[in-house]
């Protein structure tokens, strides 16, 4: 067997953390390859050394002085090294460092630095060999990730390797400029080692024991999930579950690498696995509850739109010229709505309602702000009646307006729109129904 394992930042926040983590290395051989993150908080009111670096470049970026600065991140890495009893000097790579923001050498370079110093750490405390990223992980011009030559390169160097450190969040772009991913990137990197190097688990240690049912800010304790499939948790984490980067699971997934979340301050807990699929049914019906706020509904009335070929497309193609994507789409017999992101369209809006009347003459167009989207996931409501029933007597009983409804054809969820002042409220209705009640 052969393990990746990738470690967020508040797992190795302070040495011991670091301890805990070498505990868990130690523990199973088969741990070969190691992500880890860049030091996360200490404490709720401490601050990420990735957010420290981004703070020191500004500076640099702006020609002043963040010599203070600079040593404040030193502090944090001297802090774990002698924690750990390390015998081992960062004076020169600070320096670097120093010398790089000087010469403005950019954000994603200043802010790969906090996983770079972190990967050189462990690398030493665990004995493994260090991979710098830059070497291994790939971008074009354009900044996009580069799969294939990534793949090839990344696995040609770890065949021969048996254990390695490959700091998470950063690449290189073919000139050799340091590019990152977006925050909380590690994990993507965690994913394209595991893919790399054909492992059989790809383990993601954090400070949660896996995925909840529903978000703890909303509901009290909720439960945990033990089995997800890649697809249910893209569309959770598409709605907001937070835990995993939401593009993560690509590479693990067009290998069936199945994720295990863990949780590094309670090791025995066996966490969530996300995975292909499963023959397991959930505990409850439904997988997750997840949602958003801040979106606006775009309302377009027309007589006799149903019978007017390419009206859709006319409408789609105003979000588009406009640069806005859209959502969802339910449609009745002469309206369309297009729900899309308030933030976004609120910028454009008189421009994309001039697009749309240009393009598809309507007969008018009303639009609906401030309302949330919940998405109800779960592959067990394939096989169970009445699951839409249950949520819609759930929501009146709780006196919520349902405004839009939309059941993919998977039948891998259902996403209801509700006001944004609703979506507390509509969440634990539904969480009550599924999981309290197990109706
Ligand atoms: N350190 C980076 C961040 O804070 C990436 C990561 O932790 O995954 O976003």
Sequence with gaps: MKKVVKFGGSSLASAEQFEKVGAIIRADKDRRYVVPSAPGKRNSKDTKVTDMLYGAYALAEAGKNFDKELDDIKARYQEIIDGLKLDLSLEKEFEKVKADFKAKAGENYAASRGEYLNGIIMAKYLDYEFIDAA????????????????????????????RAVIPGFYGAKLDGTIKTFSRGGSDITGSIVAKAAKVDVYENWTDVSGFLVADPRVIDNPKGIETITYRELRELSYMGASVLHEDAIFPVRKEGIPINIRNTNAPQDKGTWIVEDTCQRSKYTITGIAGKKGFCAINIEKDGMNSEVGFGRKVLQAFEENGISFEHVPSGIDTMTVFAHQSEFEEKEQNVLATIHKLASPDFIELEADLALIAVVGRGMRQTRGTAGRIFSALAHANVNVKMIDQGSSELNIIIGVRNDDFEEAIRAIYRIFVDVQL
């Design 135 to 162: 070497e291994v992980i790939f971008f074009d011009e354009e900044g996009n990730f580069m799969p294939d030559k990534t793949d090839e390169v990344l696995r040609a160097r770890l065949k021969d390797c048996e």
